[in-house]
Each structure stands twice: as C-alpha cells, then as structure tokens.
C-alpha cells in the first residue's frame, strides 16, 4: 500500500479537507492519502510573499513525511510554492498541482487555458508555464477575481465564476482542455468537464496518480546532482529543525 502526503501550503482547514476528499475520491483502493498543512503560516497564498512564507511550512511537511517514509508528497498550491527545495529535501517524488495538471493538459489537447483566482496569481501561473516549459501549450490565463478563501465561503460565487471563465475560455481561447488555477478548485473539475465536454482538470487528482505511476514504476526524486539532500551545515533557531541528520 501506498501512502501518499497531500500538503496544503496554506493553514484553512477547510481547503486542505477539500483536496483531500478529491485526493481520496480518485486514489486507488491501496492509496492511503494524508492531508497535512503547516501550523502556522498564511491563511492563503495569493503572491510572491505569500508563496515565500508557504515554502517554509511546505520543507517542515516534506520532512516530516520524509521520516514517516511516505511514498510522494503533492504541493496542493497553484503557484508549487518550495517544488525543487522541497525535492532537495524528499526522497520520494514530489508533485506540485500546477505542474501535474499542466502535464495531464499536454496529453489530452494541444493547447489549454488556465482558470485562477486573483488577477495578480495569473503572473505566478506564467512563471510557472515558462518554468515547466508549456509557454507554448497555454492559450489563455484567466482569473475570476476573487480572493482563494472566496472557494470556502459557502456562497458558491466563486464557483460560479470559475463556471463562466470555464466557459469562456472553451469559447473564445482556442483550447481543448482547462486547468484549474487553484487547489480549492479541486472537487469542480469532474462536474465542469461533464458539464463543458472537455476536460477540465485539477492538479490534485493529477498529482495523486502521477505519484502512484512514479511509485508503480519504481522511480523517486534523483539526488544527483541539483536535487541532492541538502549540504550539511547547523541551520539555527526555527530552522533547526530542518537539519538533516
Ligand atoms: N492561484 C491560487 O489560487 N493559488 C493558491 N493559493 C492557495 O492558497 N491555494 C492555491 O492553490
């Protein structure tokens, strides 16, 4: 059996049990899921700062996962805030859901776009795009222009507007297959591809089973070169412990 460690960047609880509901939902039968966040930290991640304080709380779940002996660990934030940190840190793969849902995008249509949630994340999803190497397969960027924690409030809004870019973008954009922007888009993307006829797709189911074909293929992070475990030296005060023993 698999464990598989889902960490959501921010601290709303409610977030994190979202994804993990939509982690668990497509995980296969031997597939434990265990959803984690950082206990302190920002309530949402929606800029660079943001991205900076998360990739603290995101190595101290890395390597506390790592010690548990988990078999991969998801980044459950669009911007895959701390990724090659984290994979310095990890033995086992690490996933972030920009990256795993832009992945999945590629194999299914030539071109998509992709749904966030503040305008100024759309530059994160650009960095991310030209990091990864997809400038060329991304059509379009949207944002319903509404703040991450607007997907918790239980008024639907945001989902609504996630519906109608959704739309739009299958529309206007050219693109055969969308990418939700968000982690708390996760439990949209089955009803939304039924509803538009194409796929619509979130980088927390992507990541889990990118994860288990990593495991199912024997393959984990590789530790030459850049990725390696990180040079020994006594980090002090709250990084203490992020020593590597
Ligand atoms: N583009 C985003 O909405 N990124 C995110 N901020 C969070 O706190 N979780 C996300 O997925």
């Known amino acids: 059996p698999l464990c598989i460690q889902l960490i959501n960047p ?12 939509t982690a668990r939902q497509v995980a296969a039968p031997g597939t434990a899921i265990l959803a984690v966040c950082p206990s302190e930290g920002a309530p949402s991640i929606e800029g660079h700062f943001d991205e900076a304080i998360a990739a603290i ?3 101290q779940q890395v390597k506390a996962g790592r010690d548990a002996g988990v078999d991969g660990h998801i980044i459950a934030c669009f911007g895959d805030p701390g990724l090659l940190a984290a994979r310095e840190l990890a033995r086992a793969p690490v996933v972030g859901i920009a990256e795993a849902a832009m992945h999945i995008a590629t194999l299914l249509a030539t071109r998509f776009s992709i749904v966030t949630t503040l305008p100024r994340t759309l530059t994160i999803a650009r960095h991310l795009l030209h ?4 400038e060329r397969h991304c059509a379009a960027l949207h944002a319903i222009d509404l703040p991450v924690l607007s997907l918790e409030d239980g008024s639907g809004l945001a989902q609504q507007k996630v519906r109608e870019q ?22 949209l993307a089955q009803e939304l591809t039924l509803e538009l006829g194409i796929p619509v797709i979130d980088g927390v189911s992507a990541a ?15 530790k030459h070169g850049d990725l390696d475990y990180p040079l020994i030296k006594p980090l002090s005060g709250r990084f203490e412990n992020l020593n590597m023993r």
């Open 10 to 21: 921010n601290t709303s609880l409610a977030m994190t049990e979202v994804m993990a509901a």
């Open 208 to 222: 889990v089973k990118m994860i288990e074909s990593l495991a199912a293929l024997r393959l984990t992070t590789s």
């Open 166 to 187: 959704c739309i739009a973008a299958k529309k206007f954009d050219g693109s055969g297959a969308i990418v939700l922007g968000c982690g708390g888009m996760a439990d």
């Open 131 to 134: 990091q990864y190497g997809f």
């Open 57 to 59: 709380g995101v190595l």
